[in-house]
């Protein structure tokens, strides 16, 4: 199975910026689609963005106009770079490959990091 490494998280004040990055052990062009989610404290996983394999994107309303969801299968790399970060930012991000949509729901794929923590400060 592949593996998903996750890093670049921190801590961040808000207006500041990061950069996320997922490392995969395989080789992501088999994955059509990968996706960032996060968990804030004491809340559920949810979904951030999601990219395909022709660099189509989505992303959840939160986040529109602030991230950049991007990868490079050339390095089995995918980012996620944050921008104008918010304190409900805050959370766990991790990387998943191999989901796919329907109905407009994306269900993710088996493969996860072990994700990263980004903590923004008011």
């Known amino acids: 199975q592949v593996q998903l490494v996750e890093s670049g998280g921190g801590l961040a004040q808000a207006g500041e910026s990061l950069r996320l990055a997922c490392v995969s052990s395989g080789n992501i062009i088999t994955s059509n689609i990968m996706a960032w989610y996060r968990q804030p404290p004491g809340k559920q996983r949810e979904l951030v963005a999601t990219?395909?394999?022709?660099?189509?994107?989505r992303y959840d309303d939160s986040v529109k106009g602030r991230f950049t969801i991007s990868r490079d299968n050339a390095k089995n790399t995918m980012y996620l770079q944050m921008n104008d970060l918010k304190p409900w930012d805050t959370g766990f991000y991790y990387c998943n490959a191999g989901g796919f949509y329907k109905n407009e729901n994306y269900y993710p794929g088996p493969g996860w990091g072990q994700g990263t923590r980004v903590t923004v400060s008011s």
């Open positions: 990219v395909s394999n022709d660099g189509s994107t």
